[in-house]
């Protein structure tokens, strides 16, 4: 089946500083990749819709500034959290939708550590 | 908006037994509805889809059913083994041109040997 890689896998940084996470499709093309935030114990929340080629598109309450995308290829998506705080710290996962839509492939996750 | 709702706590069965897990929603029924499982530290993996014209799904020992008009739907586990412990959502598909999943919160199976 089709792969989606993240990288890094875990990330542990400094409050204020900023952190970037990669979102790659290995063996598809995905002009759309998804980008959500899982607290412990508790559901995958959507933070936004990357676009290839546009502005991503973001979920109420997700601040964009903060949270920049960037769908550079139609093969890698990045997130970037600015100014880091420890709030931020998450399980953050990226997915791509299969042919048709009619399901997505999620990546294996970046684990997020704001000291 | 749309709310998706799983049992939170989690299911404790025998090893062979039949798991059972339970996903309602409000509003709107979707036109497609899935499960996926999760285990710790991972990304979600696909398991079945089903289609709200669809009653019930299979695949070797999964089994989904699909009621519209409950606004449920059931995912059973036959002859559960260890290794199916892991914790399964619930996800509906927005059908709209944004192709949204919206997840339920899961829940988690243990299955003891």
């Known amino acids: 089946g089709a792969v989606v890689s993240q990288h890094p896998s875990w990330v542990i940084c400094k409050s204020g500083t900023s952190v970037k996470i990669e979102c790659r499709s290995l063996?598809?093309?995905?002009?759309?990749m998804f980008w959500y935030r899982q607290f412990p114990k508790q559901s995958l929340m959507l933070m936004a819709t990357?676009?290839?080629?546009?502005?991503?598109?973001?979920e109420q309450g997700v601040e964009k500034d903060k949270f920049l995308i960037n769908h550079a290829s139609l093969t890698l998506s990045t997130l970037t959290v600015t100014s880091a705080h420890p709030e931020d710290s998450s399980f953050y996962i990226c997915?791509?939708?299969?042919?048709?839509?009619?399901?997505?492939?999620f990546g294996p996750g970046t684990r997020l550590l704001v000291l | 908006s749309q709310k998706i709702e799983q049992n939170s706590e989690a299911l404790n069965i025998q090893e062979g037994k039949t798991a059972t897990l339970t996903c309602n929603y409000t509003?709107?029924?979707?036109?497609?509805l899935q499960w996926y499982r999760q285990d710790p530290g991972r990304g979600p993996v696909f398991l079945l889809l089903?289609?709200?014209?669809?009653k019930e799904k299979r695949k070797e020992r999964l089994k989904v059913t699909f009621d519209t008009t409950l606004k449920q739907s059931l995912f059973h586990i036959t002859a559960s083994q260890p290794a199916d412990s892991a914790t399964y959502l619930c996800?509906?598909?927005?059908?709209?041109?944004?192709?949204?999943?919206?997840f339920g919160s899961g829940t988690r199976l243990l299955v003891r040997p």
């Open positions: 063996d598809f093309q995905a002009t759309t």
């Open positions: 996800a509906l598909l927005m059908m709209d041109s944004s192709y949204k999943l919206i």
């Open positions: 997915s791509a939708p299969a042919w048709a839509q009619e399901t997505q492939y």
């Open positions: 509003n709107y029924s979707p036109a497609y």
């Open positions: 089903i289609r709200e014209n669809e």
């Open positions: 990357s676009n290839e080629g546009s502005k991503a598109t973001y």
